[in-house]
């Protein structure tokens, strides 16, 4: 079984800074995408950022400038640094990981979210 824990998230004002982190576990032979994608209430849910296993990066536009998004590739570690916020970011942010998990002895292609983290604006 394959998990991803989030991090971070919590309480930010207009203009400010929250890094979100996203850690995997599990029997996980490799990690190939990652990717942060966020849901406000009442809209779709929608990709921020992905990277692949090699570093190529991709960016929703309304994250383009502002965020970024990197790996630690000794832990498979994946975090969104989020700068500038907006009101528009408000949203829960859940961890996305293409993989190849452990299933029976064998590898198989997976696909793994974490359970989701709010991100919110102080009033």
């Known amino acids: 079984q394959v998990q991803l824990m989030e991090l971070g998230g919590g309480l930010v004002q207009a203009g400010g800074s929250l890094r979100l982190s996203c850690v995997p576990s599990?029997?996980?032979?490799?990690?190939?995408?990652m990717g942060w994608y966020r849901q406000a209430p009442g809209k779709q849910r929608e990709l921020v950022a992905s990277?692949?296993?090699?570093?190529?990066?991709r960016y929703g536009d309304s994250a383009k400038g502002r965020f970024t998004i990197a790996r630690e590739h000794a832990n498979n570690t994946m975090r969104l640094q989020m700068n500038h916020l907006k009101v528009e970011d408000t949203a829960v942010y859940y961890c996305?990981?293409?993989?190849?998990?452990?299933?029976?002895?064998?590898?198989?292609?997976?696909?793994?979210w974490g359970q989701g983290i709010r991100v919110t604006f102080l009033s």
């Open positions: 996305n990981a293409g993989l190849l998990g452990i299933v029976d002895r064998r590898n198989k292609d997976l696909e793994a």
């Open positions: 599990g029997d996980i032979f490799a990690i190939l995408d």
């Open positions: 990277i692949s296993e090699t570093g190529r990066t």
